[in-house]
Protein backbone atom coordinates (compact mmCIF):
# COMPACT_ATOMS: atom_id res chain seq x y z
CA UNK A 1 0.00 0.00 0.00
CA UNK A 2 1.12 3.65 -0.70
CA UNK A 3 2.72 5.10 2.27
CA UNK A 4 0.51 7.76 2.74
CA UNK A 5 -2.58 6.12 2.06
CA UNK A 6 -1.58 3.55 5.17
CA UNK A 7 -0.26 6.58 7.53
CA UNK A 8 -4.48 7.48 6.22
CA UNK A 9 -5.60 4.36 7.34
CA UNK A 10 -3.59 4.44 10.79
CA UNK A 11 -4.66 7.95 11.18
CA UNK A 12 -8.49 6.99 10.81
CA UNK A 13 -8.11 3.30 13.38
CA UNK A 14 -6.40 5.65 16.04
CA UNK A 15 -9.71 7.50 16.82
CA UNK A 16 -11.20 6.62 20.14
CA UNK A 17 -13.83 5.19 18.43
CA UNK A 18 -16.35 1.52 19.87
CA UNK A 19 -14.30 -0.96 17.11
CA UNK A 20 -15.41 -3.88 18.67
CA UNK A 21 -19.15 -2.68 17.28
CA UNK A 22 -18.22 -3.66 14.13
CA UNK A 23 -16.63 -7.63 15.07
CA UNK A 24 -17.89 -9.95 12.95
CA UNK A 25 -20.41 -7.68 10.71
CA UNK A 26 -20.46 -7.22 6.76
CA UNK A 27 -20.42 -3.87 5.42
CA UNK A 28 -21.49 -3.10 1.89
CA UNK A 29 -19.82 -0.08 0.07
CA UNK A 30 -21.28 1.29 -2.85
CA UNK A 31 -18.72 3.87 -4.93
CA UNK A 32 -15.95 1.78 -3.35
CA UNK A 33 -13.39 2.79 -6.32
CA UNK A 34 -13.47 6.24 -5.32
CA UNK A 35 -10.46 6.93 -3.42
CA UNK A 36 -12.73 8.65 -0.21
CA UNK A 37 -14.89 4.93 -0.07
CA UNK A 38 -11.86 2.78 -0.55
CA UNK A 39 -10.41 4.79 2.32
CA UNK A 40 -13.41 3.19 4.10
CA UNK A 41 -13.43 -0.39 2.96
CA UNK A 42 -9.56 -0.02 3.84
CA UNK A 43 -10.05 1.08 7.28
CA UNK A 44 -12.61 -1.65 7.81
CA UNK A 45 -10.35 -4.37 5.98
CA UNK A 46 -7.82 -2.99 8.81
CA UNK A 47 -9.72 -3.62 11.29
CA UNK A 48 -8.94 -7.63 10.48
CA UNK A 49 -12.68 -8.92 11.86
CA UNK A 50 -15.02 -7.31 9.37
CA UNK A 51 -16.56 -8.52 6.11
CA UNK A 52 -16.43 -5.71 3.47
CA UNK A 53 -18.51 -6.48 0.09
CA UNK A 54 -17.68 -3.35 -2.23
CA UNK A 55 -20.23 -3.41 -5.58
CA UNK A 56 -18.36 -2.21 -8.15
CA UNK A 57 -18.78 -1.39 -12.34
CA UNK A 58 -15.72 -2.02 -13.34
CA UNK A 59 -14.16 -5.00 -12.37
CA UNK A 60 -10.63 -4.27 -13.56
CA UNK A 61 -10.55 -1.11 -11.42
CA UNK A 62 -11.28 -3.04 -8.45
CA UNK A 63 -8.90 -4.87 -8.96
CA UNK A 64 -6.21 -2.44 -8.86
CA UNK A 65 -7.73 -0.62 -6.07
CA UNK A 66 -7.67 -3.54 -4.15
CA UNK A 67 -4.75 -5.55 -5.12
CA UNK A 68 -3.41 -5.54 -1.90
CA UNK A 69 -6.80 -7.36 -0.24
CA UNK A 70 -7.31 -9.85 -3.05
CA UNK A 71 -6.54 -12.73 -1.53
CA UNK A 72 -8.28 -11.95 1.72
CA UNK A 73 -11.30 -13.34 2.14
CA UNK A 74 -12.87 -10.81 3.72
CA UNK A 75 -13.33 -8.69 0.71
CA UNK A 76 -15.94 -9.56 -1.75
CA UNK A 77 -15.87 -7.43 -5.14
CA UNK A 78 -19.39 -7.84 -6.64
CA UNK A 79 -19.70 -6.31 -9.94
CA UNK A 80 -22.96 -4.44 -10.56
CA UNK A 81 -25.06 -1.59 -12.30
CA UNK A 82 -26.44 -0.03 -9.47
CA UNK A 83 -29.19 0.89 -12.28
CA UNK A 84 -30.48 -2.59 -11.82
CA UNK A 85 -32.26 -4.38 -8.89
CA UNK A 86 -30.53 -6.34 -6.48
CA UNK A 87 -31.99 -10.32 -7.13
CA UNK A 88 -33.21 -11.87 -3.85
CA UNK A 89 -30.23 -13.52 -2.00
CA UNK A 90 -27.85 -12.80 -4.44
CA UNK A 91 -26.00 -11.79 -1.43
CA UNK A 92 -24.77 -12.25 1.89
CA UNK A 93 -26.91 -11.21 5.00
CA UNK A 94 -25.67 -7.26 5.40
CA UNK A 95 -25.18 -5.39 8.79
CA UNK A 96 -24.21 -2.07 7.08
CA UNK A 97 -24.79 -0.33 4.00
CA UNK A 98 -22.58 2.77 2.63
CA UNK A 99 -24.52 4.12 -0.08
CA UNK A 100 -21.63 6.47 -2.18
CA UNK A 101 -21.91 5.54 -5.92
CA UNK A 102 -23.22 8.60 -7.44
CA UNK A 103 -22.73 10.73 -10.61
CA UNK A 104 -21.56 14.18 -9.40
CA UNK A 105 -18.58 15.60 -11.79
CA UNK A 106 -19.20 19.28 -12.93
CA UNK A 107 -18.71 17.58 -16.62
CA UNK A 108 -22.17 15.34 -16.18
CA UNK A 109 -23.72 18.10 -14.28
CA UNK A 110 -23.31 20.38 -17.76
CA UNK A 111 -23.39 17.27 -20.40
CA UNK A 112 -25.63 14.57 -18.62
CA UNK A 113 -27.76 15.87 -16.18
CA UNK A 114 -31.19 14.41 -16.38
CA UNK A 115 -28.48 10.88 -16.59
CA UNK A 116 -27.05 11.73 -13.35
CA UNK A 117 -30.15 12.62 -11.37
CA UNK A 118 -31.67 9.48 -12.77
CA UNK A 119 -28.43 7.43 -11.36
CA UNK A 120 -27.90 8.95 -8.31
CA UNK A 121 -32.06 8.37 -7.45
CA UNK A 122 -32.36 5.06 -9.23
CA UNK A 123 -29.30 3.19 -7.36
CA UNK A 124 -30.29 4.67 -4.12
CA UNK A 125 -33.58 3.23 -4.68
CA UNK A 126 -32.24 -0.33 -5.43
CA UNK A 127 -29.77 -0.35 -2.54
CA UNK A 128 -32.50 0.63 -0.06
CA UNK A 129 -34.48 -2.17 -0.93
CA UNK A 130 -31.64 -4.63 -0.44
CA UNK A 131 -31.40 -3.32 3.07
CA UNK A 132 -35.55 -3.41 3.32
CA UNK A 133 -34.48 -7.19 2.13
CA UNK A 134 -32.29 -7.80 4.76
CA UNK A 135 -34.03 -6.47 7.43
CA UNK A 136 -36.64 -8.92 6.56
CA UNK A 137 -34.36 -11.30 6.61
CA UNK A 138 -32.71 -11.43 9.90
CA UNK A 139 -31.96 -7.72 11.55
CA UNK A 140 -32.33 -4.40 11.63
CA UNK A 141 -29.14 -2.87 9.44
CA UNK A 142 -27.81 0.48 9.05
CA UNK A 143 -28.35 2.57 6.12
CA UNK A 144 -25.86 4.95 5.50
CA UNK A 145 -25.91 7.68 2.81
CA UNK A 146 -22.90 9.92 1.69
CA UNK A 147 -24.67 13.22 0.85
CA UNK A 148 -23.36 16.59 0.32
CA UNK A 149 -23.21 20.42 1.08
CA UNK A 150 -25.65 21.21 -2.19
CA UNK A 151 -28.37 19.77 -0.14
CA UNK A 152 -28.31 23.33 1.36
CA UNK A 153 -28.97 25.13 -2.23
CA UNK A 154 -27.86 29.27 -1.62
CA UNK A 155 -28.33 29.53 1.87
CA UNK A 156 -28.08 33.05 3.29
CA UNK A 157 -25.22 32.42 5.70
CA UNK A 158 -21.56 31.92 5.55
CA UNK A 159 -21.88 28.73 8.31
CA UNK A 160 -24.52 26.35 8.06
CA UNK A 161 -25.77 23.93 10.57
CA UNK A 162 -27.77 21.07 9.55
CA UNK A 163 -31.19 22.87 9.44
CA UNK A 164 -29.86 25.93 7.39
CA UNK A 165 -31.37 25.56 4.22
CA UNK A 166 -31.63 27.90 1.35
CA UNK A 167 -33.53 27.98 -2.29
CA UNK A 168 -32.19 25.69 -5.08
CA UNK A 169 -33.64 27.00 -8.43
CA UNK A 170 -34.70 23.32 -10.14
CA UNK A 171 -33.86 24.60 -13.54
CA UNK A 172 -30.05 25.46 -12.63
CA UNK A 173 -27.24 23.88 -14.55
CA UNK A 174 -26.27 22.59 -10.62
CA UNK A 175 -29.47 21.55 -9.75
CA UNK A 176 -29.39 18.00 -10.97
CA UNK A 177 -27.07 17.44 -8.67
CA UNK A 178 -28.10 19.34 -5.79
CA UNK A 179 -31.91 18.03 -6.10
CA UNK A 180 -30.71 14.28 -7.01
CA UNK A 181 -29.50 14.86 -3.54
CA UNK A 182 -32.39 16.10 -1.49
CA UNK A 183 -34.23 13.18 -3.32
CA UNK A 184 -31.69 10.84 -2.03
CA UNK A 185 -31.99 11.63 1.71
CA UNK A 186 -35.57 11.84 1.69
CA UNK A 187 -35.84 8.20 0.56
CA UNK A 188 -33.35 7.46 3.22
CA UNK A 189 -34.72 8.74 5.84
CA UNK A 190 -38.32 7.63 4.77
CA UNK A 191 -36.82 4.01 3.94
CA UNK A 192 -35.91 3.88 7.57
CA UNK A 193 -39.68 4.72 8.64
CA UNK A 194 -41.22 2.41 6.01
CA UNK A 195 -38.72 -0.56 6.20
CA UNK A 196 -38.05 -0.38 10.32
CA UNK A 197 -33.79 0.39 9.57
CA UNK A 198 -31.54 2.76 11.11
CA UNK A 199 -30.44 5.50 8.61
CA UNK A 200 -27.59 8.16 8.79
CA UNK A 201 -26.66 10.80 6.79
CA UNK A 202 -23.39 12.48 6.34
CA UNK A 203 -23.15 15.79 4.49
CA UNK A 204 -19.61 16.71 3.23
CA UNK A 205 -18.32 19.55 1.27
CA UNK A 206 -15.51 18.87 -1.51
CA UNK A 207 -13.40 15.74 -0.68
CA UNK A 208 -9.83 15.37 -1.70
CA UNK A 209 -6.91 12.73 -1.30
CA UNK A 210 -4.50 10.30 -2.47
CA UNK A 211 -6.33 8.59 -5.64
CA UNK A 212 -9.07 11.00 -6.31
CA UNK A 213 -10.26 11.24 -10.02
CA UNK A 214 -7.77 13.78 -11.74
CA UNK A 215 -10.29 13.88 -14.42
CA UNK A 216 -13.17 14.68 -12.72
CA UNK A 217 -13.25 18.51 -13.98
CA UNK A 218 -13.23 20.64 -10.73
CA UNK A 219 -10.38 23.33 -10.08
CA UNK A 220 -8.35 21.61 -7.78
CA UNK A 221 -8.21 18.60 -9.46
CA UNK A 222 -7.59 20.51 -13.00
CA UNK A 223 -4.69 22.29 -11.35
CA UNK A 224 -2.76 18.73 -9.50
CA UNK A 225 -3.46 17.17 -13.28
CA UNK A 226 -1.71 20.40 -14.54
CA UNK A 227 1.00 20.02 -12.15
CA UNK A 228 1.83 16.33 -13.10
CA UNK A 229 2.12 17.65 -16.19
CA UNK A 230 4.31 20.04 -15.47
CA UNK A 231 1.61 22.49 -17.00
CA UNK A 232 1.09 25.88 -15.93
CA UNK A 233 -1.93 26.21 -13.78
CA UNK A 234 -4.13 28.71 -15.82
CA UNK A 235 -7.42 29.94 -13.25
CA UNK A 236 -10.07 30.93 -15.84
CA UNK A 237 -11.75 33.36 -13.35
CA UNK A 238 -10.41 35.83 -10.78
CA UNK A 239 -9.72 33.05 -8.75
CA UNK A 240 -11.60 34.74 -5.65
CA UNK A 241 -13.92 32.27 -5.20
CA UNK A 242 -14.27 30.40 -2.11
CA UNK A 243 -14.05 26.19 -1.49
CA UNK A 244 -14.43 24.42 1.48
CA UNK A 245 -12.46 20.79 1.35
CA UNK A 246 -11.52 18.27 3.54
CA UNK A 247 -9.16 15.18 3.72
CA UNK A 248 -10.01 11.61 2.56
CA UNK A 249 -8.72 10.60 5.91
CA UNK A 250 -10.89 13.31 7.96
CA UNK A 251 -14.02 12.32 5.81
CA UNK A 252 -13.65 8.53 6.74
CA UNK A 253 -13.28 9.40 10.23
CA UNK A 254 -16.23 11.36 10.28
CA UNK A 255 -18.09 8.59 8.48
CA UNK A 256 -17.27 6.47 10.94
CA UNK A 257 -18.32 8.32 13.61
CA UNK A 258 -21.43 9.05 12.67
CA UNK A 259 -21.87 4.83 11.84
CA UNK A 260 -20.92 4.16 15.50
CA UNK A 261 -22.16 6.97 17.62
CA UNK A 262 -24.57 9.07 15.48
CA UNK A 263 -28.24 9.07 16.19
CA UNK A 264 -30.73 7.54 14.00
CA UNK A 265 -32.52 9.41 11.21
CA UNK A 266 -30.27 12.64 11.75
CA UNK A 267 -28.14 14.17 9.58
CA UNK A 268 -24.05 15.34 10.21
CA UNK A 269 -22.32 18.02 8.48
CA UNK A 270 -18.40 16.80 7.84
CA UNK A 271 -16.20 19.72 7.12
CA UNK A 272 -13.39 20.91 7.96
CA UNK A 273 -14.47 24.58 8.57
CA UNK A 274 -12.31 26.60 6.15
CA UNK A 275 -12.49 28.50 3.78
CA UNK A 276 -10.12 28.67 0.54
CA UNK A 277 -10.14 30.82 -2.49
CA UNK A 278 -9.24 29.27 -5.51
CA UNK A 279 -6.15 31.10 -6.14
CA UNK A 280 -4.41 30.21 -3.25
CA UNK A 281 -5.11 26.50 -4.03
CA UNK A 282 -3.78 26.88 -6.83
CA UNK A 283 -0.75 28.61 -5.14
CA UNK A 284 -0.30 25.88 -2.68
CA UNK A 285 -0.19 22.70 -5.33
CA UNK A 286 2.03 24.99 -7.01
CA UNK A 287 4.93 25.32 -3.92
CA UNK A 288 4.07 21.70 -3.30
CA UNK A 289 5.54 20.77 -7.06
CA UNK A 290 8.69 23.10 -6.44
CA UNK A 291 7.34 26.04 -8.12
CA UNK A 292 8.08 24.38 -11.36
CA UNK A 293 5.29 25.74 -12.79
CA UNK A 294 3.05 29.04 -12.32
CA UNK A 295 -0.34 30.10 -11.94
CA UNK A 296 -2.18 32.41 -14.79
CA UNK A 297 -5.16 33.87 -13.23
CA UNK A 298 -7.23 34.45 -16.87
CA UNK A 299 -9.90 37.51 -16.00
CA UNK A 300 -13.28 36.90 -14.17
CA UNK A 301 -15.33 35.07 -16.12
CA UNK A 302 -17.39 31.66 -14.42
CA UNK A 303 -18.91 28.44 -16.50
CA UNK A 304 -22.68 28.96 -15.68
CA UNK A 305 -22.58 25.95 -14.13
CA UNK A 306 -20.66 26.91 -11.32
CA UNK A 307 -21.85 27.92 -7.98
CA UNK A 308 -21.14 31.13 -7.14
CA UNK A 309 -21.80 31.29 -3.62
CA UNK A 310 -20.54 28.69 -1.25
CA UNK A 311 -20.25 28.26 2.68
CA UNK A 312 -18.29 26.38 5.10
CA UNK A 313 -20.31 23.55 7.37
CA UNK A 314 -20.49 24.04 10.93
CA UNK A 315 -19.65 20.37 12.39
CA UNK A 316 -20.59 20.97 16.20
CA UNK A 317 -23.29 18.05 15.97
CA UNK A 318 -20.08 15.57 15.33
CA UNK A 319 -17.75 17.35 17.65
CA UNK A 320 -20.10 17.26 20.17
CA UNK A 321 -19.62 12.99 19.41
CA UNK A 322 -15.34 13.58 19.53
CA UNK A 323 -14.90 13.95 15.99
CA UNK A 324 -12.37 16.86 14.90
CA UNK A 325 -10.58 17.38 11.71
CA UNK A 326 -6.93 16.21 12.04
CA UNK A 327 -5.91 18.21 8.54
CA UNK A 328 -5.92 21.98 8.16
CA UNK A 329 -7.05 22.83 4.59
CA UNK A 330 -3.77 23.43 3.53
CA UNK A 331 -2.32 20.36 4.50
CA UNK A 332 -4.99 18.24 3.18
CA UNK A 333 -4.07 19.66 -0.06
CA UNK A 334 -0.31 19.38 0.31
CA UNK A 335 -0.76 16.13 0.69
CA UNK A 336 -2.95 15.77 -1.85
CA UNK A 337 -0.35 17.03 -4.18
CA UNK A 338 2.34 15.19 -2.57
CA UNK A 339 0.55 11.92 -3.44
CA UNK A 340 0.94 12.62 -7.03
CA UNK A 341 4.42 13.83 -7.02
CA UNK A 342 6.36 10.70 -9.44
CA UNK A 343 9.44 10.83 -6.89
CA UNK A 344 6.72 9.37 -3.99
CA UNK A 345 8.01 6.65 -1.94
CA UNK A 346 5.78 3.85 -2.23
Known sequence: MNKIIAEDIQNILSEPLPWEEFSGKTFLI???????????????????NTNVIVVVRNLQRAQKTYADYLG?????????NLLSPFQR?????????????????????????????????IGTKNLIELAAENTAKTHRPIFMLISSNSVYGQPASDEITESN???CDPLSPHASYAESKRIQETMTAGAGVEFDFETRIARYPNVIGPNMILQFGNALHDFINDAINARDIVINSDGLLRREYIYFSDAVGGALYVLLKGANAKPYNIGCQEMITIGNAAKIIAKVFNDIISVKVMGNAYSANTPLR?????ASRLNALG???????????ERTALFYKKDIVN
Open 30 to 48: TGATSGFLSYVAFALLELK
Open 72 to 80: DDRLLIFEH
Open 89 to 121: NMLPCIDYFICGAIMSSPKDRAERPYSLALNNI
Open 165 to 167: YGC
Open 310 to 314: DFRLN
Open 323 to 333: WSNKFSLEKAI
